[in-house]
């Protein structure tokens, strides 16, 4: 009986004879003492119901013959004939043979191998008789045994197992010419078994001082330290922190040295970057990605992130990857329910691949992020790594989890090297395992587990990979919303990119990415067809989804891209506020976020990790680290919903009566209530903003409304501008203060920058017709370092009352300052203010970024030329003076004069409450009986005719 069998190793026929004869000698020859027992093995490989598979009475693809020992095993193998030379089993030897004896096996190595591989059987002895003259069991394990690596501890790597890394390295063991960046605190370069596969730069000579390649970094031949200068340290030697040396270990320990473990990376090189100066606090994280893509390091490893988007990071980010760098990422360990589910970067940043952990057998370990930025996850918790010293030890959480994925893209980047980064995120993503099946109570959140033989299918080079470019919410005619609201319904568009096979009859299936799924309600789930070339885009739509509940958190559509087959899929989230506390704005060049609470920017903090709002945004660079508004009365206290004495915590003083969007989609309203109770209101503040796309700035208006005989009103806002990369050297100056000939009011306009920057932030205030008279423009400049001589106070320590105080009548005392972190305070007060009688103050701030060199002052006072009141409900409006504003109430009725064709009355109070009302248009105006209101007045009204509408205050 003849039993020769198709390998999948080779892909040729190897008969298991000749197998156990060359492994019984390759056994001996490598010394490969990890194998328990001494046991020999030989593999056969079935792929029909071959005689062997018949004998065994089951299918089987993958058999071990277990022999008792390695003379059973040489005694089967001397009862082969060794009439027919086997030369396909030649380059299974080789392959599995270390480098040094392919390159200069001595003559006695060489004739053994030949002798081994040359032993080749045309017929066997029946299994009967193999199991009872040989004492041989056959066994067939759900995995194919494997040559290599021969590295002693690498059966201790769990993680290795659990992505098929030993499937893998059998396709695609690696590629020396690829690297893998290790961009962290230290790596310890002299590491037993990390030495020997350390990338080198040969054009640097080692240890000299000197930078010999003259590429601005001294001693970069086996690795950066972008520190040195800093720390005083070698710049030679990347040593430090533990963290980079278990990182290092993870994606690159030298593979099959007979030393430790083997790297998930195989073959690929790494090229340590030292990132971190502990004793100063330095941490240089764009500089290494910088470095990789001037040096051409295929893959940068970032254990590491931040919880805020960096406008140059984010550049930096994006110019790596166009350059052909591959950046994999920590998705960070903030817990995996989504309140805690905010991006971490570099993670989220576009064309990063963002990873999350599990526990060996997939199940999501608890402190691991997810969301957005989570395009897969890995093994790495509790992983078997390298440490400093020559140490080996467990390393968690997502910093051993993004190795594995670096490791993995290393295989991608050896098997398919004209890959770009765009393209080897997608085969990690859709040739990850779907594990939502052993995470039931994460299911909805959990990202798809990395395989590493999977990610090295043909199959991945020949189907779609798509990217989320943009996406929208719209509302059921098709118009793109500000923000969503209880009891709408609306569709989610996507704009996708494909970025490698063409696809046809593509369709995505949506489903709510998270367990609280009460607020959201997918009524149309699965998208329209669509079809998209390769570096093609396609618009998606057919998605509907309900706003059930008021929920002001963070939640995700999980979105899964499928051809008709089902071949292909690929999975992404889309993060969603089912409804915000904030609106985002924008103009052509530019966009804002107002918020409901009174913030600006950002609708919560840094500490609150920014989930709320873009910040103020000039193209991708956000300027404003924090923003919020501060109204009151100068002798007594000004709110304010920015930084109070105990910073980093903001204050939250106001209440909301209006979010944005409740009367149209520009304006909002805010209070202050001193104690609970009806008559508890001091003053209401409604903010109307109208972003002028002319210009790129945004015009807000504030209309303040004192409820008691007050005095001092002041309103305005406090601004944390952070412009560019060293935003400790931001300045600022007032540009213009006085009497403008256009528009024949005060205005006060002043401009911040950093010198290496192409835009200037514009702050300016004005206070224009029906106001109340005797107002003082204010903007104070200030450097945020508490203490700084150049300015009033600092605002790092905190901001007492006393401090906005001050701010709020200096006028333009301090206006200007240089190279610091640049603050300001920019409003409007009216000090005299006294009396009762038009007690709404009326100011406009104007806020925005535009190019340097031009006229600010000008392009200001085209803004606010530019405005149209989009609220229907404010009672200030900017009006010609021969117009009618404020108007009395007069026996429950309004008269209001030279309004024609009015089609429409809306009455609302002073708290925003809509009231019931009679009203009647004649050639002499337009009559509004009042059946119930208030006794608190003003009452705000708004008039809809053809030609649009017009606002009024009325009082009693």
């Known amino acids: 009986m003849q039993v020769c069998t198709q390998s999948s190793l080779v892909g040729s026929a190897i008969p298991c004879s000749l197998f156990a004869s060359s492994l019984t000698n390759w056994l001996s020859f490598m010394r490969i003492h990890h194998l328990l027992c001494g046991l020999a093995l030989a593999l056969v490989t079935l792929l029909s119901n071959s005689t062997l598979a018949k004998d065994l009475g089951q299918p089987v693809h993958h058999v071990y013959a277990v022999f008792a020992s390695p003379d059973a095993a040489a005694a089967f193998a001397s009862s082969v004939p060794a009439d027919i030379f086997c030369t396909e089993f030649a380059p299974l030897m080789q392959r599995a043979m270390p480098s040094s004896v392919q390159s200069t096996p001595s003559v006695d190595v060489r004739e053994r191998l030949m002798r081994t591989v040359s032993v080749c059987a045309t017929r066997v002895l029946p299994l009967s008789t193999w199991k009872e003259q040989f004492d041989v069991r056959f066994e067939y394990p759900s995995k194919p045994w494997?040559?290599?690596?021969?590295?002693?501890?690498?059966?201790?790597?769990?993680?290795?197992?659990?992505?098929?890394?030993?499937?893998?390295?059998?396709?695609?063991?690696g590629n020396s010419d690829v690297v893998i960046g290790i961009s962290d605190a230290g790596t310890d370069q002299n590491h037993e078994d990390l030495i020997d596969n350390i990338a080198l730069n040969e054009f640097e000579i080692f240890d000299n001082g000197v930078d010999d390649d003259n590429n601005g970094f001294v001693d970069d031949f086996a690795g950066v330290n972008l520190v040195w200068?800093?720390?005083?340290?070698?710049?030679?030697?990347?040593?430090?922190?533990?963290?980079?040396?278990?990182?290092?270990?993870?994606?690159?320990?030298?593979?099959?040295?007979?030393?430790?473990?083997?790297?998930?990376?195989?073959?690929?090189?790494?090229?340590?970057?030292?990132?971190?100066?502990?004793?100063?606090?330095?941490?240089?994280?764009?500089?290494?990605?910088?470095?990789?893509?001037?040096?051409?390091?295929?893959?940068?490893?970032?254990?590491?992130?931040?919880?805020?988007?960096?406008?140059?990071?984010?550049?930096?980010?994006?110019?790596?990857?166009?350059?052909?760098?591959?950046?994999?990422?920590?998705?960070?360990?903030?817990?995996?329910?989504?309140?805690?589910?905010?991006?971490?970067?570099?993670?989220?940043?576009?064309?990063?691949?963002?990873?999350?952990?599990?526990?060996?057998?997939?199940?999501?370990?608890?402190?691991?992020?997810?969301?957005?930025?989570?395009?897969?996850?890995?093994?790495?918790?509790?992983?078997?790594?390298?440490?400093?010293?020559?140490?080996?030890?467990n390393f968690y959480l997502t910093s051993s989890a993004a190795p594995i994925v670096s490791g993995i893209a290393g295989l991608v980047k050896s098997k398919w090297p004209f890959l770009n980064s765009y393209q080897v995120q997608s085969i990690l993503r859709k040739s990850g395992a779907d594990i939502r099946a052993v995470n039931p109570s994460n299911a909805d959140m959990v990202p798809v587990a990395v395989r590493a033989d999977a990610a090295l299918a043909d199959k991945n080079v020949l189907s779609p990979g798509l990217a989320l470019e943009s996406f929208a919410i719209l509302d059921e005619d098709g118009k793109q919303v500000i923000r969503t609201e209880v009891g709408a319904t609306y569709q989610l568009q996507m704009v996708v990119r494909n970025h490698i096979a063409k696809g046809t009859n593509l369709q995505a299936i949506v489903s709510l990415g998270d367990n609280k799924k009460d607020a959201l309600r997918v009524l149309d789930s699965v998208s329209n067809e669509f079809d998209v070339d390769g570096a093609g885009t396609a618009t998606v739509h057919g998605i509907a989804f309900e706003v059930v509940e008021h929920d002001s958190e963070r939640r995700f559509f999980n979105v899964e891209f499928v051809s008709q087959d089902k071949s292909y899929r690929e999975r992404i989230q889309i993060p969603i506020t089912p409804t915000p506390g904030y609106a985002t704005y924008r103009t052509p060049v530019s966009s804002l976020t107002m918020a409901d609470n009174g913030r600006i920017g950002f609708a919560d903090s840094r500490v609150d990790r920014r989930n709320k709002g873009v910040g103020m945004r000039y193209g991708q660079d956000n300027v404003l680290y924090e923003g919020g508004l501060i109204a009151g009365l100068l002798d007594q206290e000004l709110y304010t919903c920015s930084r109070g004495v105990d910073f980093p915590e903001l204050r939250n003083d106001f209440t909301i009566v209006h979010p944005f969007g409740k009367f149209s989609d520009y304006d909002g309203r805010v209070e202050i209530r001193t104690t609970e109770g009806a008559d508890s209101v001091v003053f209401t503040v409604d903010r109307s903003v109208t972003p002028d796309s002319a210009t790129g700035l945004f015009v807000i208006e504030h209309a303040m409304s004192l409820q008691n005989h007050l005095s001092g009103p002041a309103i305005g806002y406090y601004l944390d501008l952070d412009i560019g990369e060293e935003t400790d050297e931001n300045s600022g100056v007032v540009v213009f203060d006085g009497i403008h000939s256009t528009l024949n009011e005060q205005l006060v306009v002043s401009a911040y920058d950093a010198p290496d920057e192409e835009y200037v932030v514009v702050a300016a205030v004005a206070v224009l017709k029906y106001s109340h008279q005797g107002h003082q423009l204010q903007t104070c400049i200030v450097s945020n370092d508490a203490g700084d001589a150049e300015t009033p106070f600092g605002t790092t320590d905190g901001v007492s009352n006393g401090e906005r105080r001050l701010a709020f009548s200096s006028g333009t005392k301090y206006s200007e300052i240089e190279n610091v972190d640049v603050g300001t305070f920019v409003g409007a007060s009216w000090p005299e203010a006294t009396s009762p009688q038009r007690w709404y103050f009326n100011s406009f701030i104007v806020l925005g970024v535009m190019e340097r060199g031009q006229n600010y002052t000008e392009k200001v006072v085209d803004a606010l030329q530019n405005v149209t009141v989009n609220s229907t409900h404010l009672a200030i409006t900017n009006q010609p003076e021969s117009e009618l504003v404020a108007v009395p109430?007069?026996?429950?009725?309004?008269?209001?004069?030279?309004?024609?064709?009015?089609?429409?009355?809306?009455?609302?109070?002073?708290?925003?409450?809509?009231?019931?009302?009679?009203?009647?248009?004649?050639?002499?105006?337009?009559?509004i009986v009042i059946s119930s209101y208030e006794a608190v007045t003003p009452l705000f009204i708004t008039v809809v005719n053809a030609s649009g509408s017009r606002s009024f205050v009325a009082f009693k």
């Open 889 to 927: 109430i007069r026996d429950g009725s309004v008269h209001l004069k030279n309004i024609d064709d009015a089609s429409e009355v809306l009455v609302y109070d002073i708290q925003g409450r809509a009231l019931s009302c009679r009203w009647n248009a004649g050639a002499q105006g337009v009559s």
């Open 146 to 173: 494997f040559l290599g690596p021969n590295d002693p501890r690498v059966n201790d790597q769990s993680y290795v197992h659990t992505v098929n890394a030993t499937e893998a390295w059998e396709i695609q063991a």
């Open 229 to 393: 200068e800093i720390d005083g340290s070698n710049p030679s030697s990347t040593y430090g922190q533990n963290h980079g040396t278990q990182v290092a270990g993870i994606a690159g320990a030298t593979y099959n040295n007979g030393i430790g473990i083997a790297g998930v990376g195989g073959k690929c090189k790494i090229f340590p970057m030292k990132i971190f100066a502990e004793d100063e606090g330095v941490f240089l994280g764009w500089e290494s990605l910088l470095y990789a893509a001037a040096m051409h390091i295929d893959i940068v490893n970032c254990s590491w992130g931040t919880d805020v988007e960096i406008n140059v990071e984010r550049d930096i980010v994006a110019f790596c990857i166009e350059s052909g760098v591959t950046i994999v990422a920590a998705a960070g360990n903030a817990g995996n329910s989504s309140e805690y589910s905010a991006p971490l970067y570099p993670a989220a940043y576009p064309g990063v691949t963002g990873v999350a952990v599990t526990w060996p057998d997939d199940v999501l370990v608890s402190e691991s992020s997810v969301g957005a930025h989570c395009d897969v996850a890995a093994p790495g918790h509790d992983a078997l790594t390298t440490s400093n010293d020559d140490g080996y030890g």
